[in-house]
Antibody, heavy 116, light 108 residues
């Protein structure tokens, strides 16, 4: 499997960013797609996941009010939207397949910078 | 939500030494749902261990995962130069919710 993410973004506080993740080499419907945030110099924060087969998403409590994860089986793409951006959201965002077994693939990461 | 706490924050060791990294969960989880990742600067995380103790494909046997209930350990038996990195534990037993520890840096 291969996950290729969209390019870096610069956003103003209070706006919304959308990061895309194109999945190839595996049927998108076969695995949950996770999103993980990594602020500069910080650890990994799990944001949520989507089941592409039925579109159902589950979000971490910290992001529940601001994140939306959607999947499009026709384009093999998963999108993550984060709204009401603040400076603390400046981070690298990863999409990933973490299947709980040897099947584990990550995108290259997308840097989102929030600055006025 | 399961909170994972890793210790120590930083481990200062030399090549050839043994590293022992701890991950404590805020509530019991099955070891079947614990993984360990390695991350080097500028890279995406790489899976080392899944299901508590199973090495991922291509991971050398100097990496060992163990533990149960709320206490889990990643042991690196003899550090190689390429092992100096940040390590994260990950739980997926609170499915579908996942969480990561805050990381342990193994430095020279």
């Amino acid at each position: 499997g291969q996950l290729v993410q969209s390019g870096a973004e610069v956003k103003k506080p209070g706006t919304t960013v959308k990061v895309s993740c194109k999945v190839s080499g595996v049927p998108l419907s076969a695995y949950y797609i996770h999103w993980v945030q990594q602020a500069r110099g910080r650890g990994l924060q799990w944001m949520g996941l989507v089941d592409p087969e039925d579109g159902e998403a589950v979000y971490a409590e910290n992001f529940q009010d601001r994140v939306t994860i959607t999947a499009d089986l026709s384009t093999d793409t998963v999108d993550m939207e984060l709204s009401s951006l603040r400076s603390e959201d400046t981070a690298i965002y990863y999409c990933a397949i973490m299947a709980g077994n040897d099947y584990d693939f990550w995108g290259q990461g997308t840097l989102v910078t929030v600055s006025s | 939500e399961v909170v994972l706490t890793q210790s120590p924050g930083t481990l200062s060791l030399s090549p050839g030494e043994r590293a022992s990294l701890s991950c404590r969960a805020s509530q019991p989880i099955s070891s079947s749902y614990v993984a360990w990742y390695q991350q080097t600067p500028g890279q995406s995380p790489r899976l080392l261990i899944y299901a508590g103790s199973t090495r991922a494909t291509g991971i050398p046997d100097r990496f060992t995962g163990s533990g149960s209930a709320t206490d889990f350990t990643l042991t690196i038996s003899s550090l190689e130069p390429e092992d100096f990195a940040v390590y994260y534990c990950h739980q997926y037993g609170d499915s579908p919710r996942n969480s990561f520890g805050q990381g342990t840096k193994v430095e020279l």
